[in-house]
């Protein structure tokens, strides 16, 4: 017998959206807060990647519910973005429109799984009422003096007459180009903003420890900021009054420097180029325009350099060491210039092969044919011989100190967050910009400052964002100045920084309590931390990043009462198609849940997401998996079909439940879902080996841990069995340790070391009482009589031992 899926699934989601089932609550002592990381609502609909994560969220969601916990679990629209910005400009229609009923799909194909969201919690980062209070923390970063204008190269394509995003632009024969029309793309540098992220990288660093995070991820945002103590040595400028500084965490290597390099940005480059170089210099660095620096600082690449023709002098040595401009070396990280020792560094030993350089090896090492970048003692370096790395550093320092050449350094690879972005479709900077050249906020009063209405958001061929165009818009007086505005917008990183505040403050769909108001700091103290977080490793660094980094700001200023706002986090596995590839459009073997939920039912889509495996394991589709789980729902409505229930425990089924129940309890807690639902199939094997009838209590409780992974299935089910409330909110199952635990044990007697006997008693029963019980058998009674005892040992539920003489 089978049930219908397409009746029993309508029929409950019906039922708890009239019944506002999952509306959140504030009543309770306990809270969690279960937050999935919200879609794009792109034109293609969810894919089946989506309710992966999403299941193991609302499976994790409901049990807490359940457990009667005041429960958040909120769902929106990260809903700015460059997709609906170039639907508009190919289609003339508004990038709001578009983006308007992408969401009504997205919602409703939500809602078509099951999931336990609190609609009424739903945020849309392009709402003017969200997008209000991202200006208002933006205009609080800029008067912590944490935002400001600076040039900063973008991606300018002359052909299209506008600047890309980094997803715009690909590489064709090592040259960046644009995606569409395979334009040339060079780095053109603009006035930008950026947010000073580096002024927190220590905060961000640290507040990492107290993280319940995938390793993983915390070595990712290590890796990304990247803390690097090193020093900076400076090395004099051969017959001119210049001096090259180069940031090193090898001062130890010192005497086996042999050239110097600048990267081809530095401003250095064309004061050391003589002039028998310059043609050949200017041309290299023209080509670096074209490269990025991924590829730059790609270590398979051959490396690539022209000499300048200057000469600098080793502070320690006094040799001569030209100077070269190498792409290898970044502008943007510490000094931009590198002191060169081939011997120990791979990156200047493929170099000083390449164009012919010295190789002086000054750590000892057995293989002199490739770079030796590992530990050991100093040799070829005059008073470092025999010294560490250490102890060579702090005497370098030591002495270039006194002569003003060294001084100690501390980097990171984090780099300020480049915060413009020249498009239309984004919050705009609520920012004035004066005729006289000063910075004016926005009255926070006057905020949002809209989007306005267009449909002319074509490029405006100077760099500038489409708003450019606006003229009306962009200029205008302020306090009787002349003004204008900022075209360029912001990323859609921004949005995605807060929505999990925005949720909390959220009172009905796009109506927000002010964030900076005592009720919110309230709602602030109940919600926060987010108790658990999952999604895709892809936001490993960036998204976390920077919403850790706004969240910190956020409790500086006492707008939050947390230090960090993601105290859990999992990253679940992608959904792999059936061989094993990427899931992708182009490759058309994307499967698409809607299918499914029509063949097989949305509970058998999200039993078999959570039971393919650990959620954060990527794992093929597979049909006959998603068969297997609708064979075992069908199995599970059989039996509850043909099943009889009474009220007597006959204390059949006393520990395969028990032990059912805690340990189902403990995965999902773990997050290990698919080991939970083996242990309700296991339960199901004992129900239908039992007699009937079968003890209700058991079976009304097998329904109530169903219904977090199936929940229209146990919903019926739950009915069915007499039922007149909703299962969801039914109060979650707990074992009854005492039933676990056997109660009797047998007891071995030994004579002189020799098993005669054994005997079963009371768990606990005490040492005498085994003594004289095991006295008591035939056999031993029979061993010992007339036999003098010289000794009688117990240990308790275990054994007796009798020495007879
Ligand atoms: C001499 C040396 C000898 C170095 C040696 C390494 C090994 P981290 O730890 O990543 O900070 N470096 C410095 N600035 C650079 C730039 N702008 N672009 C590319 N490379 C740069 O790495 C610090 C090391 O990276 C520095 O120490 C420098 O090379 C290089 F056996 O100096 B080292």
Not at 54 to 60: K, L, P
Not at 94 to 121: C, H, M, V, W
Not at 669 to 674: G, I, P, Q, S, T
Request: overall charge negative; aromatic content about 12%.
């Amino acid at each position: 017998m089978e049930f219908s899926h397409k009746a029993i699934e309508k029929k409950w989601q019906k039922f708890w959206e009239e019944n506002n089932t999952f509306k959140t609550t504030s009543d309770k002592d306990k809270k969690a807060y279960i937050l999935d990381m919200f879609p794009y609502p792109s034109g293609a609909g969810l894919h089946v990647g989506h309710p992966k994560g999403y299941t193991a969220t609302d499976v994790f969601a409901r049990m807490r519910r359940m457990q009667q916990y005041d429960v958040l679990h909120p769902i929106g629209w990260d809903a700015f973005g460059l997709p609906a910005e170039q639907y508009a400009l190919k289609t003339g229609n508004d990038p709001r429109e578009f983006t308007a009923k992408n969401i009504i799909t997205f919602r409703n194909q939500l809602k078509k799984l099951g999931f336990s969201y609190d609609y009424n919690k739903e945020v849309n980062t392009s709402d003017p009422n969200y997008y209000k209070i991202t200006q208002w923390i933006f205009q609080q970063l800029y008067k912590k003096g944490l935002a400001e204008i600076r040039e900063a190269n973008v991606n300018w394509c002359e052909g299209l007459g506008t600047v890309l995003a980094n997803e715009e632009v690909i590489l064709e024969n090592g040259k960046m180009v644009s995606e569409v029309g395979g334009f040339e793309v060079i780095k053109k540098p603009m006035k930008q903003w950026v947010l000073k992220i580096t002024k927190y990288a220590d905060r961000l660093l640290e507040g990492l420890d107290d993280l319940d995070w995938p390793s993983s991820v915390k070595e990712l945002q290590k890796n990304w900021i990247g803390k690097s103590e090193g020093v900076i040595l400076n090395f004099d400028v051969k017959d001119i009054n210049e001096k090259v500084e180069v940031f090193t965490t090898r001062a130890d290597t010192i005497f086996g420097v042999s050239y110097v390099v600048l990267a081809p940005e530095n401003n250095l480059v064309l004061k050391l180029t003589t002039d028998e170089n310059k043609q050949k210099v200017e041309e290299y660095i023209s080509l670096t325009k074209t490269k990025t620096d991924v590829e730059r600082q790609d270590d398979s690449k051959e490396k690539t350099g022209v000499f300048t023709g200057s000469y600098v002098i080793n502070p320690i040595t006094n040799e001569l060491l030209p100077v070269w401009t190498a792409d290898y070396v970044l502008n943007d990280y510490a000094t931009g210039a590198v002191m060169a020792v081939p011997a120990h560094d791979e990156r200047d030993w493929k170099f000083a092969k390449k164009y012919e350089l010295p190789i002086k090896y000054v750590l000892e090492t057995k293989d002199e044919s490739k770079a030796f970048v590992g530990e050991s003692t100093l040799i070829n370096s005059d008073f470092l011989n025999g010294l560490n790395r250490f102890e060579a550093i702090n005497l370098v320092v030591e002495k270039l100190k006194k002569e003003n050449k060294a001084k100690k350094q501390i980097n990171y690879k984090l780099r300020d967050w480049l915060f413009s972005r020249q498009r239309f479709y984004g919050e705009p900077f609520p920012i004035i910009f004066l005729e006289d050249g000063q910075i004016a906020l926005i009255d926070e009063k006057d905020l949002p400052l809209e989007l306005p209405k267009t449909d002319y958001i074509k490029p405006s061929g100077t760099g500038e964002s489409p708003l450019a165009n606006l003229t009306d818009w962009v200029n205008i007086e302020f306090n009787g100045q002349k003004a204008k505005r900022e075209t360029n917008t912001m990323p859609q990183w921004a949005g995605s920084c807060w929505y999990y505040l925005a949720y909390i403050l959220t009172t009905s769909p796009n109506n927000l309590v002010d964030i900076n108001s005592q009720e919110a700091m309230e709602l602030f103290k109940k919600w926060l931390p987010v108790d658990l977080y999952i999604g895709g490793q892809e936001h490993a660094v960036l998204h976390l990043l920077y919403a850790r980094f706004w969240h910190q700001v956020l409790f500086d200023l006492k707008i939050v009462p947390t230090k960090e706002p993601f105290q859990k986090l999992i990253n679940q596995g992608m959904i792999l198609a059936d061989n094993g590839e990427k899931m992708s459009k182009s490759k058309g073997n994307v499967i698409n849940p809607d299918d499914i939920i029509e063949s097989h039912g949305a509970d058998t889509l999200r039993l078999y997401e959570v039971f393919m495996g650990p959620l954060e394991a990527s794992l093929p589709w597979s049909f006959k998996g998603l068969d297997g789980a609708r064979k075992w729902l069908d199995r599970v409505y059989r039996m509850i079909e043909n099943i009889e229930l009474t009220d007597q425990n006959n204390g059949n089924l006393d520990f395969i439940y028990n032990d059912v129940v805690k340990k189902v309890t403990q995965m999902i807690e773990d997050c290990k879902f698919n080991t939970a639902v083996s242990q309700l199939m296991m339960f199901v094997n004992a129900v239908y080996k039992e007699e009937k009838p079968v003890y209700k209590v058991y079976i009304l409780n097998f329904i109530k841990m169903l219904s977090i992974f199936t929940p229209h299935l146990a919903e019926e089910l739950w009915f069915k069995t007499g039922n007149k409330e909703t299962v969801c909110l039914q109060i979650w199952p707990v074992h009854d340790e005492s039933k676990l635990s056997l109660s009797t044990v047998v007891i071995a007697v030994q004579i002189n070391g020799k098993l005669r006997g054994t005997f079963e008693v009371d768990k606990g029963t005490d040492k005498e009482e085994l003594i004289s019980l095991a006295k008591k058998l035939d056999n031993i009674k029979e061993q010992i009589e007339g036999k003098q005892i010289i000794k009688e040992i117990a240990v308790l539920d275990k054994i007796v031992n009798i020495v007879i003489k």
